[in-house]
Structures are given as structure tokens and as C-alpha cells.
């Protein structure tokens, strides 16, 4: 029986205080209540950036440019693997608020808080691969 593959986006956004926004994932998802940067599943047809657009928009209401990709990543869960590729984004619109359509909650946190919040393990992975980075 083959695996389930999942390719999967995430936003690496950035404001002008060198705070990354992460997001809450829904307490009836899977995983719930994770902390996670946010993005999703890339749907049949779509390229990654459209992909991660598409998810922004629908999670929090607000557009982004897709700048290049920063990581990637493989992880496999217990049924599925995840193809997780994180790219460097900006907000069209900084001052537009951010709202919480299809996310638990977010926060705009430094690299040294991200210990603080718990987050799956193909994000926890993706983090440590950012910390490398940023050293």
C-alpha cells in the first residue's frame, strides 16, 4: 500500500520588528491547537506560490507577495508524508489586520520565543533548519 504524499506551503513572513508570524491551528484540526507558520496543502493545478497565496487569503483574510523559496523539508507521520517547502513572503499590506477565518489564533514572535509554542513535527523541523540560518 502506498503512502499518502502531501506537499505542503508555509509562509516565512517577516514584519519590520524581525518578529515571524506564526499561526494556531483550529481546535477541531488535526493537530490541534499546534503552532505553525501558516499555509497548507498545495490543491492539483496550482504552483507552490499560488498555492500559498490562495491559503493566506483563505486562513486570514490578508494577500502576500511570494518572494523565493527559503527551506525544504520531508517528514513522515505515521500514514503520510509531508513534502513541506517554506518560502520568504511579504504582506501586500502591512496594516491590513490579519483575521482569524480559518486559524485558531496568531502571534508575531522572535526567533528566540519560538520555544515557547509547540508546533508540528515538519515545522519543528523547518525551525531548526531557520535558527541555522539566522546563526
Known amino acids: 500500500m502506498d503512502r499518502r504524499q502531501i506537499r505542503v506551503v508555509g509562509a ?7 518578529r515571524y508570524l506564526i499561526t494556531q491551528r483550529p481546535p477541531k484540526a488535526s493537530l490541534p491547537l499546534l503552532w505553525e507558520f501558516p499555509g497548507g496543502r498545495v490543491e492539483e493545478g496550482e504552483t507552490d506560490p499560488e498555492a500559498l497565496a ?24 505515521p500514514s503520510y ?3 513541506f517547502r517554506v518560502f520568504r513572503c511579504k504582506l501586500s499590506n502591512p496594516a491590513a489586520p490579519i483575521q482569524h477565518l480559518r486559524v485558531h489564533d496568531h502571534r508575531w514572535v ?5 520555544s515557547n509554542y509547540r508546533f508540528p513535527d515538519a515545522d519543528a523541523r523547518t525551525l531548526a533548519k531557520l535558527l541555522d540560518l539566522d546563526t
Open 54 to 77: 490562495r491559503e493566506i487569503r483563505e486562513e486570514m483574510g490578508v494577500t502576500v507577495v511570494v518572494l523565493e523559496q527559503a527551506m525544504h523539508t520531508r517528514h513522515e507521520y
Open 81 to 83: 508524508d509531508i513534502d
Open 12 to 18: 516565512m513572513l517577516q514584519n519590520e520588528e524581525g
Open 110 to 114: 522572535l526567533l528566540e520565543e519560538m
